[in-house]
T-cell receptor, first 111, second 114 residues
Framework: NAGVTQTPKFRVLKTGQSMTLLCAQDMNHEYMYWYRQDPGMGLRLIHYSVGEGTTAKGEVPDGYNVSRLKKQNFLLGLESAAPSQTSVYFC??????????FGDGTRLSIL | QKEVEQDPGPLSVPEGAIVSLNCTYSNSAFQYFMWYRQYSRKGPELLMYTYSSGNKEDGRFTAQVDKSSKYISLFIRDSQPSDSATYLC??????????????FGRGTQLTVWP
């Protein structure tokens, strides 16, 4: 019973590099989410998906892209990383009107 | 103005104290209310989940929702050092932009000292 698994757990990037964060859930949930958490800002929604093949923008989508090719996976991409994207990234999943289940986060530093 | 307001604290109490954590909100479409606990370097974990107004109790934890005042609370009785964490309130609704999305408070950092 893994729940929501995020990889990698830590990463350091240089400005301008690209990378992809992977989120995998084994609960057959329809909805998946990507958040970033910064000190004093709480959790802010980047993008989300209400089903396989669908994505939608959240509060802070600029600089990020996402894909949901398989129901169990939700990928978050940074095409050209910037220092302002240094943060802790959380993935979550749920079914409609149920609480969200979170992964343990990816700590990303961009130098 | 954020849709969900939560005092970030920090809040520091002695072991055994009763802790009260609160959030206010502005969107009357919210119907589902949650409290998450987040330990350092971990993801948020669900603590309490309630629908509409009323109280819900689970062991030492009680969640209250007052929709008329747009105010929710979490009470922790007989607090323990293991309760030291950040507590996040969250809410969602059934229609429009509230459907399928959680709106979070900024979290309250709680320390319970022995």
């Amino acid at each position: 019973n893994a729940g929501v698994t995020q990889t990698p757990k830590f990463r350091v990037l240089k400005t301008g590099q690209s990378m992809t964060l992977l989120c995998a859930q084994d609960m057959n949930h329809e909805y998946m989410y990507w958040y970033r958490q910064d000190p004093g800002m709480g959790l802010r929604l980047i993008h989300y998906s209400v089903g396989e093949g669908t994505t939608a923008k959240g509060e802070v989508p600029d600089g990020y892209n996402v894909s949901r090719l398989k129901k169990q996976n939700f990928l978050l991409g940074l095409e050209s990383a910037a220092p302002s994207q240094t943060s802790v990234y959380f993935c979550a999943s749920t079914d409609r009107n149920q609480p969200q289940h979170f992964g343990d986060g990816t700590r990303l530093s961009i130098l | 103005q954020k849709e969900v307001e939560q005092d970030p604290g920090p809040l520091s109490v002695p072991e055994g104290a009763i802790v009260s954590l609160n959030c206010t909100y502005s969107n009357s479409a919210f119907q589902y209310f949650m409290w998450y606990r987040q330990y350092s370097r971990k993801g948020p974990e669900l603590l309490m989940y309630t629908y509409s107004s009323g109280n819900k109790e689970d062991g030492r934890f009680t969640a209250q929702v007052d929709k008329s005042s747009k105010y929710i609370s979490l009470f922790i009785r007989d607090s323990q050092p293991s309760d030291s964490a950040t507590y996040l309130c969250a809410m969602s609704g059934n229609r429009g932009s509230t459907l399928g999305r959680l709106y979070f408070g900024r979290g309250t950092q709680l320390t319970v000292w022995p």
